[in-house]
């Protein structure tokens, strides 16, 4: 059997691997499995700790030197398996990283509410007044943690508000099919006694129902994919959240707790408020024009259908029961 030149390291001891298990992995899983600094130096070693500062992977012997090192000594390490997914690494660095030079924040300028790095420091903030290091800016911060928190736990009661609303377009579900039937049920009382003028009225009024629930059932469609998206975004956001509660700095947390309490917690509560505040109970009504002993005299303008946000004169509360009070 040949091997390769190159070797794994367990702990301090040289390990060979056959060169043809090598050459089948993957360039991910040789990306995942390898120390990162032994590559550099055409070296295979085996990973088995990760640096959450660095984003690097490192054997037992570089990872001991990374430890040791002044620079570095005060970087959290672990174990490889306990690595955080690539979603969470993903997160931590977009909080972390100037949009605009893609280098990591360092400052806070206080007098743009802006965060910046070493660059946009000397370029766009050299006149700035008030101007922080984010670690200082954060040490006069009580509680940074908790208050990333409360936001998340905002977070879930927006969620139970969405399924507030989502309860009541069932609801309204149920109490349309109801109001169709009574509507219905109207009609069928005045055919009993002017069946043949109600042959052309028949024909008007199940139009104008099907019509009209169908704009009803359009609105209520429309109402749930919103109610839907609000819910994405919240559980979207809630889940970064808790990505950078776990596994983020100070720095990311700070970040985060500024991106939610600024834009997206308001828009998320003005979305939902907007949506509780203009959702109406369209039903669907049969407006009587006249007693059902004049309805022969001009039967085929007797009846018709529309649309009513609540029960008129308490004739539809028997049948709904409590609908109308959810």
């Not at 749930?224 to 919240?234: G, M, Y």
């Amino acid at each position: 059997m040949a091997y390769s030149a190159s070797s794994f390291q367990f702990g301090y001891v040289e390990t060979t691997v056959p060169e043809s298990d090598f050459k089948n992995l993957t360039m991910d899983e040789k990306h995942d499995g390898v120390c990162q600094p032994c590559s550099i130096l055409m070296k295979t070693r085996v990973a088995t700790l990760y640096c959450f500062d660095c984003d690097e992977r490192f054997c037992e012997q570089c990872g001991s030197i990374h430890k040791q090192s002044k620079l570095s000594r005060g970087h959290r390490m672990c174990r490889q398996e306990e690595a955080p997914p690539s979603e969470a690494i993903e997160e931590l660095k977009r909080l972390s990283t100037c949009t605009d030079h893609n280098e990591e924040y360092e400052y806070i300028c206080i007098d743009h509410d802006a965060l910046c790095c070493g660059k946009c420091v000397n370029t766009g903030h050299r006149r700035c007044r008030r101007l922080e290091t984010i670690s200082d800016h954060i040490k006069n911060e009580s509680k940074r943690g908790n208050k990333l928190k409360t936001i998340i736990e905002k977070c879930i009661g927006l969620t139970k508000a969405t399924d507030e609303i989502l309860d009541t377009i069932e609801s309204h579900k149920t109490s349309l099919r109801q109001s169709e039937a009574f509507a219905m049920q109207t009609f069928r009382t005045a055919k009993t006694k002017i069946l043949s003028a109600l042959e052309d009225l028949e024909q008007s009024f199940i139009v104008q129902i099907s019509q009209q629930k169908a704009e009803i059932e359009s609105e209520v469609r429309k109402n749930a994919r919103e109610v839907d998206r609000i819910k994405r975004d919240i559980n979207q956001n809630r889940k970064k959240s808790q990505i950078v509660v776990d596994y983020g700095r100070d720095v990311h947390k700070f970040q985060r707790f500024r991106n939610l309490k600024k834009s997206v917690i308001p828009q998320l509560t003005a979305s939902t408020q907007r949506l509780k505040n203009s959702y109406q109970r369209k039903l669907l009504y049969c407006n009587k024009h006249m007693s059902l002993d004049e309805l022969a005299s001009d039967i085929k303008e007797c009846l018709s259908v529309s649309t009513d946000i609540q029960a008129r004169d308490g004739e539809m509360s028997s049948c709904y029961n409590n609908n109308w009070t959810r």
